[in-house]
């Protein structure tokens, strides 16, 4: 689908921003026209979905429009991805991409998209960096330590994951790749979803962004 041109959204959201200023019958000339859904292709709670709502809030307040999130879990983000091309192409409906949407470009093989086709870029919101994460009963506080008691549990850890192609799984691909070490991969439906399940002990570790467990981390 073909949405505005990036600078062509930035002058109609700047536009828009200073509609107090402009006569009424400008308004109804102007981006947005009505509500717009933010498509977050994995589940609540996530990095995705934190970062949409503080920006469809942020939005909503400027624009003078309900910048409404629309949680489309499943598929690595393929089944969220997928809706938003489906949508009409008329800017009212935004997907909040992300990196695995790059990554599944080359991870299948039959998607019923392009995504560098299908979607355009309107603005890149943000960037933060991985981490990995332990539960408690693990005896680790460094990378080597870890390292060293997966291998002396070959394949008896789990490592969660946002689901197949997530930079999260990616990570922990790597880290197999990088030490030799044997693990069992879980993937799930989101982060948000798999922390979860750190928190509760039925997986070990994970690798997750650092704005999910900020908090967790200065508790720990």
Do not use: C
């Not at 093989?109 to 890149?124: E, K, Q, T």
């Not at 539960?135 to 008691?149: D, G, K, L, Q, R």
């Not at 994970?206 to 467990?213: I, Q």
């Amino acid at each position: 689908m073909k949405f505005p041109h990036r600078r062509q959204f930035l002058q109609l959201a700047v536009g828009a921003a200073t509609l107090p200023a402009l006569p009424h019958i400008a308004r109804a000339q102007t981006y947005p026209a009505r509500s717009v859904r933010i498509i977050v292709a994995a589940a609540a709670g996530g990095t995705t979905d934190i970062l949409a709502r503080l920006f469809g809030q942020w939005l909503s307040d400027r624009l003078g429009q309900q910048f409404l999130i629309e949680n489309r879990a499943g598929g690595s983000n393929n089944i969220g991805t997928e809706a938003v091309v489906r949508a009409p192409a008329d800017g009212h409906t935004l997907l909040l991409a992300n990196t695995v949407n790059s990554i599944n470009a080359t991870l299948y093989s039959g998607l019923n998209y392009n995504f560098i086709r299908d979607i355009a870029p309107v603005a890149g919101l943000d960037r933060e960096p991985n981490v990995i994460v332990l539960h408690p009963s693990i005896p680790a506080t460094t990378v080597p330590e870890f390292i060293s008691f997966i291998k002396a549990n070959a394949g008896g850890v789990n490592i969660g994951s946002a689901g197949y192609g997530t930079t999260r799984h990616m990570s922990s691909e790597l880290l197999k790749l990088m030490t030799g070490v044997s693990f069992v991969h879980v993937p799930y439906r989101g982060g948000a979803l798999a922390l979860i399940d750190l928190l509760g002990g039925q997986i070990q570790a994970m690798f997750v962004t650092l704005p999910v467990t900020i908090e967790y981390i200065r508790a720990a």
